[in-house]
C-alpha cells in the first residue's frame, strides 16, 4: 500500500491586515492627531485637482499623459496646500515629500490599485514599482511601530523620528471615479508596499468637471522651502 504524498500549499489567510478607520468623524479625528494642519477637505481637495488635470488631457496627449498629470497635479496640490502651513517641501531622490514644521509626519503621493480607498478582502498596494528610497522609509516606519509596541515604549528617541505616510488614490476606469485613503506603510517586497499598519479610508469621488471646486486658498502663505537633490534612480 503506497502512502500519498502531500504539500501544504501557500496562503495569505493570515497575513497581518491594517488598522482600518473609515467612519468620517474617526476619520477627522485621526488626521487631527497626525497633525492639526490635515482635515479629509484638504485632501478632497488635492484629488479635485489631479482630476482636473486628467480631465485637460485630450486624444492628442501622449496614452499615458492623463494618469502622469492626475498624478503631478496631485504631488502640487497637497504640498501647496500644506507649505502654506509651514510644512516644508523636500525630495529625495526624485522622490517629493512633504513634512510636518515638528517633522513628525510626512506624506508622499503614489497611484494605488483597485483596493485602495475602499473596504475590501485585501489591503491596497501600490501601482508602479518603488525603489530603495521607499523602502529604506518603510522599513523606518516597521522599526517605529515595532518600538511603540515593545519594551513598554522605552525608546522615546526612536517614537520622536518621522513616520511616512503614503496619500494612495486609485483612479477606476470602470466606475469612473477616484478612491483615496492616507495610510501607514511597514512592509516592502518585490519593489511594492505589501503591509500598512494603518489606512484612513478618505471615500471616493465622481469624475463629474463641472462640478469640481476646489475650496480654500492653495496659494502659499509664505515661500516654500524646496530642497532639490539632483540625483539619478527612482523612488
Known sequence: MSKAKFQLAHSNAFAPRAKTISEPALVEAR?????LDLSTELLH???????GA?????NASAVTAAGVQQWLKTVEALRTQLSAMNWRIHNERN???ISA?????????MTGNRETGKL????????TEKGAVVERFVQGNRQLELFNQDSLKLAKARQ???QVWVFLYHYDQTSNEVRFELAYPTGFGKKKIEEWGERLILGSIPNQPADFVVQGDDAPNAPATVDVEPKTGTF
Open 160 to 162: 520622536k523620528e518621522t
Open 54 to 58: 486628467r480631465n485637460d488631457t485630450t
Open 31 to 35: 488626521l487631527q492627531e497626525l497633525s
Open 45 to 51: 481637495n488635492a484629488v479635485l485637482s489631479g482630476l
Open 101 to 109: 514644521p515638528d517633522r513628525s509626519v510626512s506624506i508622499v503621493v
Open 95 to 97: 522622490c517629493p515629500l
Open 120 to 127: 475590501g478582502a485585501e489591503d491596497p498596494t501600490n501601482q
